[in-house]
């Protein structure tokens, strides 16, 4: 199994900017793909970003491009998403998510096998 925490969520203005991490622990994270996901109140879950178990291939969501950006630690056993120029819009429960061993793909198809407990973020105008 491949345990997922999500930490740095919270509350900021438009404009401001957040960065969550998420921790893994049990198999070898750096085999697989890793993603993060939104879902807002009343809305499914949405793709935001994932990069590939190398760190070198990433993917974004349109709505995100340009102002969130993904990273990895493997030697942290760590990921990120720095997210910059925040609009309410990006209001929601952000939750790391792992799968695709070794995937050659990256992005929103991949079977996430695991994820984390979520962490809010709140974004106002």
């Known amino acids: 199994q491949l345990q997922l925490v999500e930490s740095g969520g919270g509350a900021v203005q438009a404009g401001g900017s957040l960065r969550l991490s998420c921790t893994a622990s049990?198999?070898?994270?750096?085999?697989?793909?890793m993603g993060w996901f939104r879902q807002a109140p009343g809305k499914e879950r949405e793709f935001v970003a994932a990069?590939?178990?190398?760190?070198?291939?990433?993917s974004y969501a349109d709505s995100v491009k340009g102002r969130f950006r993904i990273s990895r630690d493997n030697g942290k056993n760590m990921g990120y998403l720095q997210m910059n120029s925040l609009k309410p819009e990006d209001t929601a429960v952000y939750y790391c998510?792992?799968?695709?061993?070794?995937?050659?793909?990256?992005?929103?198809?991949?079977?996430?096998?695991?994820w984390g407990q979520g962490t809010q973020v709140t974004v106002s105008s």
């Open positions: 998510a792992a799968g695709g061993l070794y995937s050659a793909y990256v992005g929103p198809s991949i079977e996430y096998n695991y």
């Open positions: 049990g198999r070898t994270f750096s085999s697989y793909v």
């Open positions: 990069i590939n178990w190398t760190g070198r291939r990433t």
